[in-house]
């Protein structure tokens, strides 16, 4: 009988806990952080079995930030469950997707992706401003008020969102990363959500999506591979959450994005170069 593997077990908690505090600190899930690591440790699984990990691991992260989040009214659910409405079935067709895709091109893939959004974050952190000075007769008006006092007004495109959460559902499912690198910087720089507001709103969103792709891959099969692995994950990024959420209060907008930015930019490069080795040796 194989003796359980205590001190593995104990290091895939503290990735948990250190996905789940800087994931929900940037209101990405810490899908993103996980999946490339993953990719890293498991080099011999299918794309399918470390995205139905991921996933799972993003929904009970997601799930845990929200509560978070929720009690400082952070959370806009009226807006979240609209989006919703287009990230469910999106999702599960981009599950569908995943095991027809080979591992070495899944992983350019998310290399690619995480670096252009790095990209993106790192120069254009100014983009939030300008958006916010216009005005349209065809968008929908929020207004919040944080536990703290804090009043947040701000308006977008519902059209716009629904459609964004579509294609972002698919990636995500597809991609298994969560989908919070992608959806932070639409809600704060293309529908002009404060940036605060997007972080907590985000892990709601990511919630919703995290259970339908895994819901996706149990029906599928690529599930049960990956069942212990998920669970001992996820003991670490439920506390890691709650961390994160409360250091949010501690650390300005600006330096969130420069975080997110940056780490995107160190994880897609290091899986990008995993890719080239791979191909190199063989």
């Known amino acids: 009988m194989t003796p359980f593997p205590i001190a593995k077990y104990l290091e895939l908690i503290l990735l948990g806990f250190g996905a789940g505090t800087f994931g929900t600190l940037i209101g990405a899930g810490g899908g993103f952080v996980l999946m490339p690591i ?8 299918s794309p399918a ?6 996933l799972a691991v993003v929904f009970f992260n997601a799930l845990s930030g929200t509560e978070a989040y929720a009690l400082m009214g952070r959370v806009d659910f009226k807006s979240g469950l ?39 974050l790192f120069s254009n952190h100014e983009i939030h401003q300008k958006i916010s000075e216009s005005r349209s007769s065809h968008l929908i008006l929020r207004h919040l008020v944080e536990r703290d ?12 969102g629904v459609g964004l959460s579509f294609c972002l559902g698919y ?81 300005k907008g600006r330096m969130i994005i420069r975080f997110l930015s940056i780490a ?18 063989h």
Do not use: C
Request: glycine fraction near 10%; hydrophobic fraction near 55%; aromatic fraction near 10%.
């Open 149 to 160: 006092g804090t009043e947040d007004t701000y308006a977008y495109n519902p059209w716009l």
């Open 49 to 54: 079995v470390i995205a139905s990990i991921t």
């Open 171 to 251: 990636l995500s499912g597809m991609a298994g990363i969560g989908g919070g690198i992608f959806y932070v910087p639409v809600f704060a720089y293309v529908l002009n959500f404060p940036l605060q507001i997007a972080t907590a709103t985000s892990q709601f969103s990511l919630a919703i999506l995290g259970l339908t792709g895994t819901l996706s891959h149990i029906v599928s099969g690529a599930f049960v591979h990956g069942v212990h692995r998920t669970v001992v994950l996820a003991i670490g990024v439920v506390l890691g959450a709650q961390a994160g959420a409360h250091l949010s209060k501690m650390v």
């Open 82 to 120: 609209l989006f919703s409405s287009a990230l469910i079935p999106s999702t599960i067709l981009g599950t569908l997707t995943t095991s027809h895709i080979p591992r070495n091109l899944f992983d350019a893939i998310i290399s690619v992706l995480m670096i252009i959004a790095s990209v993106f």
């Open 264 to 281: 995107l930019g160190l994880v897609g490069l290091r899986l990008l170069y995993a890719v080239l080795e791979r191909l190199v040796l």
């Open 38 to 45: 993953l990719l890293v440790l498991y080099p011999h699984e």
